[in-house]
């Protein structure tokens, strides 16, 4: 990347390796870079901003509004409109932030709202960098497709030896130098995406209802996939325990298949891609009783009544240019149903996976699928983490975008 002329958002986190940040900022400038910082809180306590202000010739900006003028420090603005954000160095505590999307200060913010290149910079203690937590979130920064630049290893302030060092400041430069400039290498910017998930509970009384085993691990899992390329995702779910904190997904709770209905009817027109994943209760009670029913000697029959097919009714009302996917879990002549619900829902694409399969299904953290598409092409794959199977989702989806 030339680095003349490009905007830069460079973000200086609570670390003592803030000072390195000061000579990241001047060889920035010497490249003829136009640079914005953008300290946190807890950074001002090591370096002040107006060795930063005097280096970039800019105010340093920490706040959301201006105090004095009350002027809005728009993070939206400036994620859109950077060439590069440069997080150095970046604390643990940050990590977190970034990684689940915890917006409280305008950093973390202005990182939510960026479309260019990510780039950051750890640097904390050896033990620090070496936990379990501060690597999950690194391996959850790079699968959004942020940028990581490894610590060095050596004397730490704590007087330890190992990795934590943040890159000295000359390296960084020579790193993000070989970055393409691209304006994101995610493939589903501005695509809305609408996924169901989790079980339906049909009420039979105040206390009791009919449902099924679903987890929502495998809706979840697909929202924040579809989420990671880019997209703003729907996700309209049952009751379940999941949760989820990643930017770009908004979640939608209901309880029955009514409820779940009616939300994916509000939303659906304005879907570019929906992916209907929820065990979603075949039929629901006729009548509901206002009381508990009480134990007695006599049998109790339930009628029951069919729901509405979501994905069925989604698939009439698909618009030109909408793709639309749906799960099929079968217990026998899996193939032959499958493409059965992938004609008569109007998908075009349709998930299989068996209760006869061991480790997927409900409850698991893995899944075994199949892909079949409209022109009869069929993908199977192995057992995998429900994580890689959305994965996998996502990319086939993608490549039908592509193909289109």
């Not at 704590?158 to 960084?172: F, Q, T, V, Y």
């Not at 029955?256 to 994916?264: H, L, T």
């Amino acid at each position: 990347m030339d680095l003349a002329g490009k905007r830069i958002i460079l973000g200086v986190t609570g670390s003592i390796a803030a000072y390195k940040a000061v000579y990241l900022l001047r060889l920035l400038m010497k490249e003829g870079a136009d640079v914005q910082v953008i300290m946190t809180p807890a950074a001002r306590e090591f370096v002040g901003p107006v060795t930063f202000s005097s280096l970039s010739g800019k105010t340093v900006l920490s706040d959301f509004f201006s105090s004095e003028g009350g002027d809005w420090n728009s993070h939206v603005e400036m994620g859109v409109s950077a060439d590069l954000m440069l997080v150095a160095p970046v604390t643990a505590t940050t990590l977190v932030k970034m990684a689940n999307g915890v917006a409280d200060n305008l950093l973390v913010t202005t990182y939510l709202s960026a479309r260019c290149p990510v780039v950051v910079a750890p640097a904390m203690d050896m033990d620090m960098y070496r936990h379990p937590s501060t690597q999950r979130n690194l391996d959850i920064l790079k699968g959004y497709g942020n940028i990581i630049i490894e610590p060095g290893e050596g004397e730490l302030a704590s007087g330890l030896e190992g990795p934590g060092r943040m890159e000295e400041p000359e390296k960084i430069l020579k790193f993000i130098r070989q970055i393409e400039s691209e304006p994101s290498k995610k493939k589903l910017l501005n695509k809305r995406v609408l996924v169901t998930a989790g079980p339906t509970h049909e009420n039979i009384d105040p206390v009791r209802f009919i449902g099924n085993h679903s987890s929502g691990k495998m809706g979840f899992a697909i929202a924040e996939a579809f989420a990671s390329e880019g997209a703003k995702v729907y996700l309209v779910t049952g009751p379940v325990s999941q949760e989820t904190s990643v930017a770009g997904v908004e979640v939608i709770r209901v309880t029955s298949a009514g409820e779940m209905f009616e939300r994916c009817s509000d939303v659906m027109e304005q879907m570019d891609i929906a992916v209907f994943n929820a065990a979603v209760s075949d039929f629901t009670p006729v009548s509901i009783s206002e009381n508990k029913v009480k134990r007695g000697k006599d049998e109790w029959t339930i009628r029951l009544k069919p729901t509405k097919d979501i994905a069925a009714e989604m698939g009439r009302r698909k618009s030109d240019g909408q793709l639309l996917v749906g799960f099929a879990l079968e217990t026998d002549n899996e193939l032959e149903h499958a493409r059965l619900k992938l004609e008569k829902k109007n998908l075009d694409l349709v998930v299989l996976n068996s209760m006869q399969d061991r480790g997927a299904g409900f409850g698991t953290d893995t899944n075994r699928v199949t892909m079949i598409d409209r022109l009869g092409n069929i993908d199977k794959f192995e057992l995998k983490p429900k994580i890689q199977v959305a994965t996998d989702l996502v990319q086939r989806v993608i490549k039908m975008v592509e193909d289109a």
